[in-house]
């Protein structure tokens, strides 16, 4: 197909439809977003243009790929970078409609390859609000070598059917012609404008010529960023990973004390594998395999449902006692991240390999060591400010990507090199460092797959956000479980990743008014409840998305998250 006859831009929208989808994106929604078609469907956690921008590409004749990859682009442009960049991470579950296999692409963070003590690595943040979330230290030891645009290029490659340079159209426009700065944003501004104004490339790139920050509703545009989005589309991602562009990050990295080569950016590669896939109640879970950690801690968690009684209980949102058991099953995501030696301290004798955690007789050994009064740990996770997208194409092919800067809305450093940001990852993840040689890729948090019944593809979802885990586990349960259509599953209350205090005790979050006050006492934690979206991102929300395919019609039924300026959209 020549790039002649693509335009994804919203010069091919319909009639008003541009000016709906921008209104879109300064809205915030307290309902999720649903949308019904036969022949495509997109949803995602943020921005809905974005959105809009990927369902284009399903019109003019591409393929989930192609709609999903659109899709991403487009949301790093219309946040400036902030809780997601084109030097972030991805991961990528895809089902081949033609020959129903699951592929994984694993896109995420390379350590660097120079940085021998990570222990040693400044910074540190605390989920306890806006304040604690900031960040402590500026350090070019923070940075790590992300994957997303390597990733694009790589699951084009393998699966796209339109031309490559199409894909960042959408992107290209919105930096160029400016975006309307939406709640999310605004937020980000008002917590780093003394952070993004440290550095001259970064005060010109996302600051008003001024120096002052951009508020809600006003446009911003990314001159710089459109011209470098132009050049990979043009020359390829090669122009990053060890281009000019690449250059130029490992001198503005190194300035700040990092010790990242123009080496750790050439010797990236992402890694495909075959889904790790497990039988969770009559369905086949197929997610991303280690070392991403999310995708184990996923399925043990499922696991842990079915042999906790937690499913022969009433709902969560009604029960008191179930509620604590969720929130006690879900606390074990902490276990994803504690060294091994603190793990056989705490359950000696049990194996905490991936192999083993996936399995259901872990899960009964697991829970037995809990009910017989083994110490739960309570651990800080780290912030997972990111995005997700899901697509499905009239042919039946499933994309499901998480994407994420990994850090805390540009992160402290707040470097931007020609209209990229560069996160600060490794100020918050100093012991997962400390476990992978240098060089090596980090195990990821993601959670994100595909469900299968008898063998055919019904669900594709992704989440995000520091409680992914938690929202994950409840957005399965809810749909496979007990039986909720996905617009239920998403709208049904949740409960929030706890906040973790130097104690060693947590409370847990939810929203403000969802839950009985008399649901929450009877669980018998100490709780608290997020009075605004905003209060929300920071005290652990999840955020969940999902398409369901209907395998005798091939209805596609695509549901959003139920906060911020999700959408769902379908044709």
């Known amino acids: 197909m020549s790039d002649n006859t693509v335009d994804l831009t919203s010069a091919s929208w319909g009639p008003g439809e541009f000016e709906q989808f921008t209104a879109a994106q300064t809205r915030s929604r307290s309902k999720a977003g649903t949308a019904t078609g036969r022949n495509g469907a997109v949803t995602v956690a943020y921005g809905a243009y974005a959105a809009r921008a990927g369902l284009e590409a399903l019109k003019q004749g591409g393929n989930a790929i192609d709609a ?6 487009t949301q790093v442009a219309l946040n400036a970078g902030a809780p997601i960049s084109y030097f972030g991470i991805m991961s990528l579950v895809y089902l081949d409609a033609k020959s129903g296999r699951v592929h994984t692409m694993n896109a995420e963070w390379n350590t660097v390859a120079g940085e021998t003590d990570p222990l040693s690595i400044p910074g540190g943040i605390t989920m306890t609000g806006v304040d604690g979330v900031a960040g402590t230290t500026v350090s070019g030891r923070t940075a790590m070598v992300g994957g997303f645009m390597k990733g694009v290029d790589a699951a084009h490659a393998r699966f796209g059917r339109l031309p490559f340079e199409c894909l960042f159209q959408p992107a290209i426009e919105a930096a160029e012609q400016g975006t309307p700065v939406n709640e999310s944003v605004d ?18 790139a996302l600051l008003k010529p001024d120096g002052s920050p ?24 090669g122009y990053m990973y060890g281009g000019p562009w690449g250059a130029k990050l490992v001198e503005a990295v190194q300035a700040d004390g ?17 889904a790790l896939t497990a039988d969770i109640g009559g369905y086949a879970l197929a997610t991303t395999p280690w070392p991403n950690a999310g995708g184990v801690a996923m399925i043990e968690a499922q696991h842990l449902a079915a042999v906790s009684g937690l499913l022969d209980q009433p709902h969560w949102t009604v029960s008191g006692e179930s509620l604590r058991k969720a929130l006690d099953i879900t606390r074990l ?4 991240y504690l060294p091994q030696e603190a793990t056989a301290k705490l359950f000696p004798g049990l194996d905490f ?9 872990h899960a009964e050994q697991l829970w037995a060591r809990i009910q017989d009064g083994a ?10 400010h990111s995005d997700d997208v899901v697509a499905v194409d009239a042919d039946g092919n499933i994309a499901a990507i998480t994407h994420s800067i990994n850090c805390v809305l540009w992160g402290k450093t707040a470097i931007n090199i020609d209209g990229i940001s560069i996160g600060d990852p490794a100020a918050h993840q100093q012991q997962v460092l400390a476990s992978v040689r240098p060089g090596d890729r980090l195990p990821a948090p993601t959670e994100t797959g595909v469900l299968l019944k008898d063998g055919v593809p019904v669900l594709g979802f992704a ?20 039986g909720m259509s996905i617009e239920d599953a998403v709208n049904t209350p949740d409960f929030f990743m706890p906040t973790f205090h130097p104690d060693g005790t947590a409370t847990a979050n939810f929203g403000a008014g969802e839950y009985d006050h008399a649901v929450l006492h009877a669980s018998g934690v100490p709780w608290h409840e997020a009075a605004s979206s905003e209060e929300a991102r920071f005290t652990g929300e999840g955020l969940w998305v999902a398409i369901e395919r209907d395998p005798a019609t091939g209805v596609l039924n695509a549901v959003s998250h139920n906060r911020n300026n999700s959408d769902a959209v379908a044709f």
Do not use: C
């Open 68 to 73: 999903a990859l659109t899709t991403a682009l």
């Open 258 to 274: 990092g010790h990242m080569t123009l080496k750790d950016l050439t010797d990236y590669e992402v890694h495909w594998a075959d």
């Open 333 to 336: 995501i902490t276990l994803s």
């Open 187 to 204: 937020m980000a501004y008002r917590m780093r404008a003394a952070d993004l104004a440290r550095l001259p490339a970064t005060r010109e």
């Open 353 to 361: 390999s991936p192999e083993a955690r996936v399995t259901r007789e």
């Open 214 to 237: 951009y508020r809600l509703g006003e446009t911003l545009r990314q001159p710089k960023l459109a011209e470098t989005l132009k050049r990979i589309a043009a020359d390829g991602v």
């Open 463 to 482: 989440s995000m956000g520091a409680g992914l885990h938690q929202r994950t586990f409840q957005g399965l349960l809810n749909y496979m479980r007990f």
């Open 375 to 384: 110490a739960l740990p309570w651990q800080p996770i780290a912030p997972r």
